[in-house]
Each structure stands twice: as structure tokens, then as C-alpha cells.
């Protein structure tokens, strides 16, 4: 899981080995600097969007990704534009969409960065 930032661009896939779209980039826990979330891009030409999914239970195959949830679920996560970064106050909403807890640091600095 520590290199899943060399997979950009590989086929991010259901539980089920459904496509879900391609990895786009990955958000790090600050706490931590642990992989914590993907983005993924889904969508077609000019309506593509990124949408987060969490890599908890991730496999990594030799050219894709799978991930412990639906690819509807993931599909209907709290989504970003393709040029966009998470806004501070979004972050809940992301966790949230997987029944996540969440809770900003003790100095109140956000949970995820994208590296």
C-alpha cells in the first residue's frame, strides 16, 4: 500500500471487479502520513469529475486497485472538478458518504492532504 502513489493512471475496481474509473491521485491522514483516500476519475470526456473513496482493505493488483466499495457507492461519493483540491469544510461530507468517523487535529488542521 505504501507505493499506491506509483499507481496513477491504473483502473480503480469494485469489490466485484467492476471498473470504477482511474486513479487520479491519493490523500494522506495528516496524523499519519498513511494513505487514507483516492481519488478517482469517473465520467466521460468534458464531464469528468474526481470523486474520494477510501483505501482501507485496498488490494493492489498488478494494474489496478481494488476497493472495499461499491462502485454506486463510490460513484455517489462527495465529488471535486478534475483540477480541483478538497476544500477544508468538504472533508466531513467525504467521510461521512462511508460512515467514517471524523475529527479534525487538536489544532483544529484538517485530516487529509493529497500527495
Known sequence: MADIREW???????EKDHRI??????YV?????????????????GRRRLVFVPLEGAVVGPEYV??????????QAPAIGTDDILP?????AV??????PYATGAGGER????R
Open 8 to 14: 496513477r493512471g491504473h483502473a480503480v475496481v469494485d
Open 21 to 26: 474509473g482511474s486513479l487520479e491521485s491519493v
Open 95 to 100: 467521510f461521512a458518504h462511508y460512515e467514517l
Open 88 to 92: 477544508a469544510e468538504d472533508e466531513p
Open 29 to 45: 491522514e495528516t496524523a499519519t502520513d498513511e494513505p487514507f483516500f483516492a481519488t478517482v476519475t469517473v465520467g466521460w470526456a
Open 111 to 114: 485530516r487529509l492532504a493529497r
Open 66 to 75: 481494488r476497493v472495499a466499495y461499491s462502485k454506486n457507492q463510490v460513484r
